[in-house]
Nanobody, 116 residues
């Protein structure tokens, strides 16, 4: 299984970024998918998830209304659209896939930096 996360970068506060996570050796529609993030000196934080069946999504309170997680089964990718970015959103973002109560596969991470 190989997961390739991309789309990170440097953006000013209020701007937008779109993260993508492409998968090979794994069918994204068969997994519960999530995005996590970890800032410098901080613990890893769950950001958003989309269910395996039905495409239901959930968000951390800190990003609700600003971020949108989606899955493109045809392209076998998962995206995280991030709008109205804030400096506190600065972190390395990871995509993760799981079937049970844990996430079994993790992407390598992509850096998001939001300047004030």
């Amino acid at each position: 299984v190989q997961l390739q996360a991309s789309g990170g970068g440097l953006v000013q506060a209020g701007g937008s970024l779109r993260l993508s996570c492409g998968a090979s050796g794994l069918t994204v529609s068969s997994y519960r998918t999530a995005w996590f993030r970890q800032g410098v000196g901080k613990e890893r934080e769950w950001v958003a998830a989309v269910s395996r069946i039905g495409g239901r999504s959930w968000y951390a309170e800190s990003v609700k209304g600003r971020f949108t997680i989606s899955r493109d089964n045809a392209k076998n990718t998962v995206t995280l659209q991030m709008n109205s970015l804030k400096p506190e959103d600065t972190a390395v973002y990871y995509c993760a896939f799981g079937m049970g109560s844990t996430y079994d596969y993790w992407g390598q991470g992509t850096q998001v930096t939001v300047s004030s």
